[in-house]
């Protein structure tokens, strides 16, 4: 096995491959010249691919290291003599010292705004280039650069044909050393590794550095080789060259941008020979391959041989110990009698919107502190001041007796901070072994180890072992993360978490999306860890978590409104209020009779049969069944996180339904796009509403108006206020009234179904009773479904109503008679459920 992997070394085969061409060249008339370019341009491209393929950056503007280090071998030799191998060793100097001092501007920005600096950071050097002719030679460059050591061509080739290959091995090593796959897991998912300690920002500057010595070192390999320097180099006509090679050849490969390198420097050489215009040629070739294979031409050959994956890496793991050892945490040493971290009068707002208001909190060691709250309650927001992502304005954290205000996310984790995450945080391109792998890495004295193998630290990989075992994934180490069941990157989620044996565990909705097998195997083990761990959880399943909680407290609005014995919480009058709500005093001016049980029933305009849906491989909706009949109104109720928002959204096709058929007036309209969904009659008034902010309430309205829809006069009689506003922009609206904007505006569009995601949101009580009368006097144009999660808001205004829990229908019936039952609202909507 080790002799195959030895042949198949990508070094090996690039050494293979510069011979061939070297020979190639004799009898196809091809100066070797050329082939000495193919090998410069290679490394150049790697140098790229470093930051592209592995860190997740993208230079527009890398040829201003490979410009000025051409620059720097030429005044090198010129004003201080030697011979090529000082001038490289200048070279390799100053592109060092240049790539740090961009790195360190540029890299406070991400995405586009990265891409663009690097290219105007080229381009400033080709104008300073071009027009310091005292200096540079201006146009003319920098001519007869001395090469005494390599004076044929054949010897410096030679010479860049050994470098290179050094070059090629020692970024493969790097690669497959700890900081390289660092970089990886900085690529896939940035966020999560620093919430594992991992100092971003230091991490990228010193691989944009490290790219800069490589890319460095080509371009002054090219200035000896043609020897000259010269602007051309630096022009942003020519700033992509390297970019364009590693997407040609393969930027999810190492080798890509050999094969990129080959590509471009032979077409071009060719096809300029035929036309100047030779890029009109060449253009299309690049569409051509991008659109047959976005893979490059490594992804290609792979196809055809029937092999998948990227290759940046190998893709093995370290072998399975014949016994994996268990996993022991550190935190069990702690001081069972003193709080693990406390929390005094911290406060947080953006703009007018508070949602932290003097939080006073002590976490204790050993045991399970449930978190919970109504949507919009601050859960989430809270936890992200507890690890640094937010910044408390007022108040104070104390990790361990010490204030850890201001510090940064990867230093707070170091300390003994670890959180998992309310939507999913892994790192979907590495295998499952490799993420954990990684987590544990994180917190090792070798996690910037720049040579050795990361695969080589036997106690990193025993305790990625013993973390796999301990969630039950030990099996599918070898898989890629994106392959497991969404309950399985849950376990693996807190496994990483757990990586970094901290003393706290904060722990965002890890039941959330979750089948009800998987649910009791997070829930156990979320318990067992409550014994050796301080487990700080935030979880909308209320039932499991008066099951597994030492402690509750309970956040609505931004204040802790209780804080003690789970039971004794959950039968708080203010907790019931906050998750049942309260029945408004003017709610009879809108109570809408009953239906006469003898009438027969109306048809059935919107139906759901055993669907199934969720995100990204989880399922939220389990088998659900629901229906909505011609000219009623719908409530449906259920506590957070339970799939209300998630029905409607695989209704309208903005989830992935994976099972089950929807249909709308007999129609089945199951996986259709949401805009054929739209016109067949569907319309929804999304939660957050989604106005068009920058324009003005009419034209929120004109934009969505079809025939068959109200008119704008109509609207105006329903919402008379929106008449007085109809010139104001979106943003300028309060929430009422942009609610109401929301609502006008589906109906401006012909609806048989009108569903509406918490229409009641964060509006004033006036406001409230505005949209409710509105409600019954749309009863007579269109069905309505009204998500909500306080039963007695809209209980008194609606015909039936449907209650779910955990992504299945738990209860069904007439409005009516779900408003007298209150052991049932109390059982499944309240907080103190029955066990």
Known sequence: MKSRSFLFHPVLIAAVVFVALTFASYPLGIPVSRITQIVIYTLYGM?????????????????????????????????????????????VVVSAVIGFGIGAVILRRSGLYFSLLTLACSQIAYEIAFNWTEVTGGENGIQNVPRPLFGSPLSFHIFVVLTVLVAIFILWRLVHAPFGRTLQAIRDNEQRAASLGCDVQ???????????????YAGALLTLMIRGAYANSLNWQHAGDALLMTILGGMNHFLGTLWGAIAFILLQDQLSALTENWWLIFAP???????????????????????????????????????????????????????????????????????????????????????????????????NILTGILQADEGEILFEGRNINGLPMHKRVRLGIARSF????????????????????????????????????ADVNGRAWSLLQVVGLEDRAAEKCSNLSHGEQRLLEIAITLASDAKILLLDEPLAGLAEADRKIVGQLIHRLGKTHAVLLIEHD?????????????????????????????????????????????????????????????????????????YDGSQVLDGLNFEVRQGEVVALLGRNGVGKSTMLKAIMSTVDVTGGKITLDGRDITRRPSFEINRLGLSIVPEGRRLFQHLTVMENLLLARREGGISVEEVFELFPKLKILQKQKAQGLSGGERQMVAVARALMVPSKVILLDEPFEGLAPAIVQDIMEAVVKLRDRASLVIVEHHAESILSITDRAYIMVNGQVAYEGSAYDLANDTATQARLLGVAGEH
Not at 51 to 63: D, I, M, N, W
């Open 202 to 216: 230091r991490v990228k500057l010193k691989a944009f550095v490290i790219s800069a010595v490589f890319v460095g």
């Open 542 to 614: 209320i039932d499991r978590v008066l099951e597994i909680s030492d402690r509750l407290t309970v956040l609505h609005q931004g204040h802790l409104i209780a804080d003690g014995k789970p039971r004794e919480v959950a039968r708080d009058p203010g907790v019931i209020e906050a998750y049942m709500g309260t029945a408004r005093d003017d709610a009879a001016a809108v109570v809408i009779e009953q239906p006469d049980p003898a009438q027969p029933a109306k048809p059935v305009l919107l139906k759901l049969e055993n669907v199934n849906a969720g």
């Open 285 to 383: 070739i690049i569409i051509l391959m991008a659109l047959l294979s976005p893979e490059g031409i490594q992804g290609f050959a792979r196809r055809t041989m029937r092999r998948s994956g990227w290759t940046l890496v190998r893709d093995t793991i370290p072998a399975r110990p014949a016994r994996i050892e268990p996993f022991v945490s550190t935190a069990v040493e702690g001081d069972p009698s003193k709080p693990v971290m406390s929390v005094r009068k911290v406060s947080k707002r953006f703009g007018s919107i508070v949602t932290a208001r003097g939080i006073d909190l002590d976490v204790m060691p050993r045991s399970v502190h449930s978190f919970i709250g109504p949507n919009g309650a601050g859960k989430t927001t809270f936890f």
């Open 47 to 91: 140098g790229v691919a470093l930051l592209v393929s592995y860190s997740g950056l993208v230079p527009f503007g890398a040829s201003v290291f490979f410009g000025c280090a051409g620059y720097a071998v030429a005044l090198g030799l010129q004003y201080f003599g030697g011979n090529e191998i000082t001038g490289l060793l200048i070279a």
């Open 422 to 457: 309310q939507i999913l945080s892994v790192f979907r391109e590495l295998s499952v072994f490799e993420n954990v792998r990684f987590a544990v890495q994180a917190q090792s004295q070798i996690r910037n180890g720049l040579w050795r193998d990361a695969h080589d630290f």
